[in-house]
C-alpha cells in the first residue's frame, strides 16, 4: 500500500485522509482475497464485483460510509491505472425525513427554562442546548463553534462554513446571555483541562468527545417537557422562522447551502395540512 499512500500524497490530500482511503482500499483487497498481490500487473475488477462490495458494504454501514468506501476505491483503482475504472457510481442519500410534529416558540423556551444548570456539566449542556433551541445550530457544527465566535456585547453567535452549511451570524436570545457569560467566565475554565483550548463547548477531564456530548444530552433531553430531541428542536426552530420570515432568510438562518432544502420544511408542513384536510373535510 505505500505506493498507493504516495500516490494520494502527490495529490495533496490530508495525512487522515490518506490513511483512511488506504485503510479502505486494503479493506477491499482482503475482501477479494488480493491483498497479497496487490501491486501485480494483472488486476481488473468489473462493475457486477464492485456492486456485489456494495451489497455486503450495507449490512454493516450507512450510505454515508459506503460512499466514502468507494471514492477511496475510485482513488485506487486511478492509481493502479485500469484500462476501466469500475467505480463511477455513487450511492444517493436517502433524505432526511422532517417530522410533521413542531415545538411552538414558548414550548422550546419551557425545554430550556426547564433544563437544569447547577453542576458544570449542566451547565455546559444548557449552553449547548441554547444553541439548538435559539440559533437552530446543527450538530456538526458544534466543535467547530470557537469562543471567539460568541461575541457577548453584540449579542452575536457566528457559525462557520463547513462542507454542509452556510456560515451567518445569528442573534442571541437574552434568555441565554447570562448562562453565557457565567460558562465563559468560569464554568468553562474550570472544565477546560487545556489553557489553549479554543472549543466553546469543551469536553470534561475524561475527555469524552463532543460526538458522546451531543449523544448523552439526547438522551436526558426525552425527560423533559415535550419530550424532544435535538433534529426536531432544529426542525420546529426552522419551521418558526418559516411562519415569520420570508424563504432566502430562513435559508440564511438555517445554514442552507440550496433554497430546496429550506422549501422542503414548508412543503412537509403544507403536506401535512392538506392531509388534514382531506382527512376531517372529504370532498
Not at 500524497?9 to 487522515?16: A, G, I, L, N, V
Amino acid at each position: 500500500m505505500s505506493g498507493f499512500k504516495s500516490y494520494l500524497q502527490q495529490k495533496h490530500f490530508t495525512e487522515s485522509t490518506v490513511t483512511t482511503y488506504c485503510y479502505l482500499a486494503t479493506k477491499f483487497l482482503t475482501y477479494k482475497d488480493i491483498a497479497e498481490c496487490e501491486e501485480s500487473e494483472d488486476f481488473s475488477i468489473d462493475y457486477k464485483e464492485i456492486l456485489t462490495y456494495i451489497k455486503y458494504l450495507r449490512r454493516n454501514n450507512n450510505d454515508t460510509s459506503v460512499n466514502l468506501h468507494l471514492v477511496a476505491l475510485r482513488h485506487y483503482f486511478n492509481y493502479r491505472n485500469v484500462q476501466y475504472n469500475p467505480v463511477k457510481l455513487h450511492i444517493k442519500r436517502q433524505p432526511t425525513l422532517i417530522s410533521s410534529k413542531t415545538l411552538s416558540r414558548e414550548q422550546l423556551h419551557h425545554i430550556y427554562d426547564s433544563y437544569p444548570n447547577t453542576s458544570n456539566i449542566e451547565i455546559r449542556d444548557k449552553v449547548l442546548l441554547g444553541l439548538f433551541i435559539f440559533q437552530g445550530i446543527q450538530s456538526h457544527e458544534v466543535k467547530n463553534i470557537y469562543v471567539e465566535d460568541i461575541n457577548l456585547d453584540k449579542l452575536t453567535l457566528t457559525i462557520k462554513q463547513s462542507n454542509n452549511s452556510n456560515k451567518r451570524v445569528l442573534p442571541l436570545d437574552i434568555k441565554q446571555v447570562l448562562l453565557l457569560s457565567k460558562y465563559l467566565t468560569v464554568t468553562r475554565n474550570e472544565m477546560v483541562s487545556n489553557s489553549k483550548e479554543q472549543a466553546l463547548i469543551v469536553t470534561s477531564k475524561n475527555k469524552n468527545s463532543t460526538r458522546s456530548i451531543l449523544n448523552q444530552l439526547n438522551k436526558k433531553l426525552p425527560k423533559l417537557p415535550y419530550q424532544p430531541n435535538l433534529r426536531l428542536i432544529r426542525t420546529s426552530v426552522i419551521k418558526n422562522w418559516l411562519k415569520t420570515h420570508d424563504l432566502r432568510t430562513v435559508q440564511y438562518y438555517a445554514g442552507h447551502k440550496y433554497i430546496s432544502s429550506t422549501e422542503s420544511y414548508l412543503s412537509k408542513d403544507l403536506q401535512h395540512l392538506k392531509n388534514s384536510v382531506i382527512k376531517f373535510h372529504p370532498m
